[in-house]
């Protein structure tokens, strides 16, 4: 079980900071992954990390913005996300899989467990 935390309200040009907590030590072997969807748009991937946080990668959108980290012995990864703009309101995702390769991390059918969501909103 995958369980965001962090969301809300923040102006342009604002930080906030996304959480992802996993329920099971299993997902320290997990690679995790951000997405994010908009009213009436499709979900769409944000960032991933290796499971032992040694590859990160980002969409186009968020590079330099945002950053992915993980603390294995908490069972968790953080989503630090700074200049944040309007157009980054969505809800936030986190997901896990255990497919090899860094070809996994912006392929939404490869994550086999998600989390509920978390709003943020960031007003102009």
């Known amino acids: 079980q995958l369980v965001e935390s962090g969301g809300g309200l923040v102006q342009a040009g604002g930080s906030l900071r996304l959480s992802c907590a996993a329920s099971?030590?299993?997902?320290?072997?997990?690679?995790m992954g951000w997405f994010r969807q908009a009213p009436g748009k499709e979900r769409e991937f944000v960032a991933g990390i290796s499971w032992t946080g040694d590859d990160t990668y980002y969409a186009d959108s968020v590079k330099g913005r945002f950053t992915l980290s993980r603390d294995n012995a908490k069972n968790t990864v953080y989503l630090q996300m700074n200049s944040l703009k309007p157009e980054d309101t969505a809800v936030y995702y986190c997901?896990?899989?255990?497919?090899?390769?860094?070809?996994?991390?912006?392929?939404?059918?490869?994550?086999?467990?998600w989390g509920q969501g978390t709003q943020a909103t960031v007003s102009s």
């Open positions: 997901a896990a899989h255990d497919r090899s390769g860094s070809y996994y991390f912006s392929v939404r059918w490869a994550y086999d467990y």
């Open positions: 099971e030590g299993s997902f320290r072997r997990y690679a």
